[in-house]
C-alpha cells in the first residue's frame, strides 16, 4: 500500500472519528452572518464601476457627459431603472439618454447606489429632490426633505414648501406649512409671500391655527398681496376677504377697515364688511347667541402663547408699575400694578402662571396667578431674612432665595455679582439640592454684577452687566455639558437689565445705562449668533425686571 493510499485512509477514518464526537455532543446547527459581506460587496463593484469593468449602463446626460453603471446593479436599487431595463427598446442601446438631469447629480446618485451614501448640500439639495424622486431612491428623497426641514426659516418657508408639494414629499410639505401658519407676521414681510397663488394665499388664512394675535393681521396681509399686483388681483378680493373674520376685529380697527377704497368699491366685500358691524351693533344693545359659523371663530393658536410680563420703574407716579409685552405684536397693556416700588426684588415664575416678587427693601413675598380673569397681587409667607437684589431660582415646585443686600451683602450667589467690599465677580456656583450643596464651576471670562442670566435651549447665557469698571454689552454662553464659558455676539449696547428667553430667542429690556435705551429691546438668535434692536410702543419709564408667563385672559385679544 502506498503512502498516499494510507494517508487516504486514515483521513477518512478521522472524519468518521469527528462526526462520531460531534454526534455525542449533541452539537446544534449555528447560523453565521458576515456582516461585512453586503458592504465588501458593494466596494467590489464600486472599484469594478470606476474601472469600467463588465458595465453594462451607459447614461448621456444634457450636459453631454456619460455616466456607467451595471444593470443589475440599478434594477436591484431602483424601480426607475428596472422599468427602463425591462424596455427591449431602451434594454438594447448602446447608450440611453437621461433628459433634464444634470451629470453630477445623475453621478451623485450612482454613487448612492453603490455606497448607500449620500452628501447633501445648500447647493445641490433643489436639484437632488427631483432628481432623487424621479428615479425613485426613496432614501436620498427622505434626506433631502430631513436636510430642507432644518433649514427651514421665514425667508425660505414658502419656497420650500412649493418643492414639496411638487415632488410629493408629504412630511416636508406638512412641516413647511406648519412653520409658515406660526411664523406668518414675519412670513409675509417677504418676497415669497407676494409670489402666492390665490388659492394658496386663501388656504392660508382659512386655517383655524394661523398664528395671529388680531385678525387685522389677516386682513392687512390680503390687502398687501392684492395691492402687488392689483390690476390682476382685485378681481380675487371678495374670494380672499371670505376667509377674512370681519366679525372679530375690534371696533376702532372695523371703522378704519369701512374707510379701504378696495372694499368700498367691491359689493362682495360691502357685504362682509355690513355683516362684521351689524354683529357688533347687536353684541353692544342685546343678549344675543353668538353666530356658529367659521367668521366669528377666534384663531386657535395651537398651543399656550406666551407673553413678557414688565417691571417698570418710573419718574412720576406710580413709581412702580406693570405691563404685559406682546412681542410678536410690540404691544404692551396695563398689569396689575403693586402698591410699592419693589426694584431690588427678585422676579420669578412656576408653571408658567404664578408670579413671585420677592424680597426687595422687606422679607415680603407676593404672588400674582396670570390664569385668573382678574388677577392681583397677593402677600405669601415673608422670608426669614429681609433681602435686596437677591437672586432666586426655582427647582420643581421649590423656592430658593440666594444671596442679596441687607445692610451687609449675604453669602453665596449664583452668577457673578458682588461680595461684601461691593467688588464684581466672575465665579460661578451651582447648587445641588440633593447634596445641600454649592459647587464652584468654571469661571466667565468677565467680572459681571447684575449681569442678565437667560436660558436659551438648556444653555446659560450672561448678559450684559457691571464689571466694577464699566458697564458691559459683552456675553457669553455656559454649556454644562463641556463645563465651559465661550463669548457670543455682543450687543449694540452696554446693558443691566433683564433678560427673558421666549420663542428660541433672547429678549433684552430697557436698560441701566443709557437712559436712550429705556424703550427698547434688544433680541439675540442663537442661530445666527446676531442681535436686533426694537423700538417698544411707548415709554413709561425704565424695565427692571420682566419674565414670560402665559397669555392672560385680560390681555387684548
Given at each position: 500500500m502506498s503512502v498516499k493510499e494510507m494517508d487516504t485512509i486514515q483521513a477518512s477514518s478521522s472524519e468518521n472519528n469527528l462526526k462520531e464526537v460531534l454526534k455525542s455532543n449533541d452539537c446544534e446547527p449555528t447560523h453565521f452572518r458576515n456582516n461585512s459581506h453586503s458592504v465588501r460587496i458593494l466596494e467590489d463593484l464600486q472599484s469594478l464601476r470606476k474601472n469600467e469593468v463588465l458595465c453594462d449602463a451607459r447614461f448621456k446626460t444634457d450636459d453631454g457627459k456619460i455616466v456607467i453603471g451595471h444593470k443589475n446593479v440599478l434594477i436591484a436599487a431602483s424601480p426607475y431603472f428596472r422599468a427602463m431595463f425591462n424596455n427591449f427598446d431602451e434594454s438594447n442601446k448602446d447608450i440611453i439618454h437621461i433628459r433634464e438631469l444634470d451629470s453630477t447629480i445623475l453621478q451623485l446618485l450612482i454613487d448612492y447606489v453603490y455606497t448607500g451614501e449620500i452628501m447633501v448640500t445648500q447647493e445641490n439639495v433643489q436639484v437632488l429632490l427631483p432628481a432623487s424622486h424621479v428615479l425613485q431612491l426613496d432614501f436620498v428623497n427622505r434626506a433631502c426633505a430631513e436636510f430642507l426641514q432644518k433649514q427651514l426659516d421665514v425667508l425660505n418657508c414658502i419656497a420650500i414648501k412649493k418643492l414639496a408639494d411638487l415632488h410629493n414629499c408629504t412630511e416636508l410639505m406638512?412641516?413647511?406649512?406648519?412653520?409658515?401658519?406660526?411664523?406668518?407676521?414675519?412670513?409675509?414681510?417677504?418676497?415669497?409671500?407676494?409670489?402666492?397663488?390665490?388659492e394658496d394665499l386663501g388656504n392660508l388664512i382659512s386655517c383655524n391655527d394661523l398664528a395671529v394675535p388680531f385678525e387685522e393681521k389677516v386682513f392687512d396681509c390680503v390687502i398687501k398681496w392684492v395691492r402687488h399686483d392689483l390690476d390682476q388681483r382685485k378681481n380675487v378680493l371678495p374670494q380672499l376677504m371670505e376667509h377674512v373674520r370681519l366679525p372679530l376685529l375690534r371696533p376702532d380697527i372695523l371703522d378704519n377697515v369701512v374707510e379701504e377704497p378696495l372694499l368700498n368699491n367691491c359689493p362682495k366685500c360691502r357685504d362682509y364688511v355690513f355683516e362684521a358691524m351689524l354683529f357688533h351693533l347687536k353684541k353692544s344693545v342685546q343678549q344675543f347667541t353668538m353666530p356658529k359659523t367659521i367668521s366669528y371663530t377666534p384663531r386657535q393658536f395651537g398651543g399656550s402663547q406666551k407673553v413678557i410680563l414688565m417691571f417698570i420703574r418710573s419718574d412720576t407716579f406710580p413709581k412702580c408699575c406693570t405691563e404685559w409685552y406682546d412681542p410678536v405684536t410690540n404691544l404692551r397693556e396695563n398689569a396689575p400694578g403693586i402698591n410699592e416700588c419693589r426694584q431690588p426684588a427678585a422676579l420669578f415664575v412656576i408653571r408658567d402662571k404664578f408670579v413671585f416678587s420677592v424680597g426687595g427693601k422687606s422679607k415680603s413675598v407676593f404672588m400674582l396667578d396670570v390664569s385668573l380673569k382678574s388677577p392681583s397681587w397677593v402677600p405669601m409667607a415673608n422670608m426669614l431674612v429681609s433681602r435686596d437684589w437677591l437672586g432666586v431660582g426655582v427647582l420643581g415646585d421649590s423656592i430658593y432665595a440666594v444671596g442679596g443686600y441687607n445692610c451687609n451683602t449675604l453669602d453665596s450667589v449664583e452668577v457673578g455679582g458682588s461680595n461684601r467690599s461691593e467688588a464684581s465677580l466672575k465665579s460661578v456656583e451651582y447648587y445641588d439640592p440633593t447634596l445641600e450643596a454649592w459647587t464652584p464651576v468654571a469661571e466667565m471670562s468677565v467680572c459681571r454684577r447684575g449681569a442678565g442670566v437667560g436660558v436659551l435651549n438648556g444653555l446659560m447665557y450672561a448678559v450684559g452687566g457691571h464689571s466694577g469698571h464699566k458697564y458691559l454689552k459683552s456675553v457669553e454662553v455656559y454649556r454644562s455639558s463641556d463645563g465651559v464659558w465661550s463669548s457670543v455676539a455682543d450687543m449694540e449696547t452696554r446693558r443691566m437689565n433683564p433678560v427673558v428667553a421666549l420663542n428660541g430667542l433672547l429678549y433684552v429690556m430697557g436698560g441701566k445705562?443709557?437712559?436712550?435705551?429705556?424703550?427698547?429691546?434688544e433680541i439675540y438668535?442663537?442661530?445666527?449668533?446676531?442681535?436686533?434692536?426694537?423700538?417698544?410702543?411707548?415709554?413709561?419709564?425704565?424695565?427692571?425686571?420682566?419674565?414670560?408667563?402665559?397669555?392672560?385672559?385680560?390681555?387684548?385679544?
Open positions: 406638512s412641516s413647511s406649512e406648519a412653520y409658515i401658519k406660526q411664523n406668518i407676521l414675519e412670513v409675509i414681510k417677504g418676497d415669497d409671500f407676494l409670489s402666492l397663488s390665490c445705562y443709557y437712559k436712550s435705551m429705556e424703550d427698547t429691546v438668535n442663537p442661530n445666527t449668533n446676531t442681535w436686533t434692536m426694537e423700538r417698544l410702543s411707548r415709554n413709561r419709564g425704565r424695565i427692571y425686571s420682566g419674565v414670560v408667563v402665559d397669555r392672560p385672559p385680560n390681555f387684548i385679544n
